[in-house]
């Protein structure tokens, strides 16, 4: 399984409660685009339009540029979603202080997938919280290594 694109801010900005895959919508050459690795999802999150999910913000520039003159490198890209799966999102994101936010682009037997996090926002020091620790294991690993 190939990553192409993370969302690293994410599981720093937001507690991520549960996970979600989705399949996007795409043309060929985005397709070509995001396995080059010119694609970026910071930023970016879900919004349910109409009933259908789309992933807003995220930027795919273009494969070559010359042969795509017409072309927005943030359109809005329609996700994959079973009514079910889509029914489950919209009902979480209408809930107070839930959010859903893409966490990472990849490949999956040669489809591009998106994984989609039910997320939570982190309060100020919720993030203090999860530097200390990330401090404290470095600093622990860096003294075993020593």
Do not use: C, W
């Not at 994410?10 to 989705?22: K, S, V």
């Not at 043309?27 to 970016?44: L, P, T």
């Amino acid at each position: 399984m190939a990553e192409y694109a993370n969302n690293s801010k994410a599981g720093f900005d937001y507690e991520i409660l549960e996970t979600l895959e989705a399949g996007l919508v795409l043309k060929g050459f985005e397709v070509k685009s995001i396995k080059s690795g010119k694609a970026s999802i910071k930023g970016a999150y879900v919004k349910i339009l109409n009933g259908v999910p789309q992933l807003i913000g995220a930027t795919i520039s273009p494969y070559q540029p010359g042969n795509t003159p017409e072309y927005d490198p943030q359109a809005t890209r329609t996700l994959l979603l079973s009514k079910k799966q889509i029914d489950t999102l919209l009902g979480l994101s209408q809930s107070p202080g839930l959010t859903l936010v893409p966490l990472k682009l990849y490949d999956k037997r040669g489809r591009v997938k998106l994984l989609i996090g039910i997320a939570k926002g982190k309060k100020k020091y919720d993030k203090r919280e999860s530097l200390k620790k990330k401090y404290i294991a470095r600093s622990k690993q860096r003294g075993i290594e020593d």
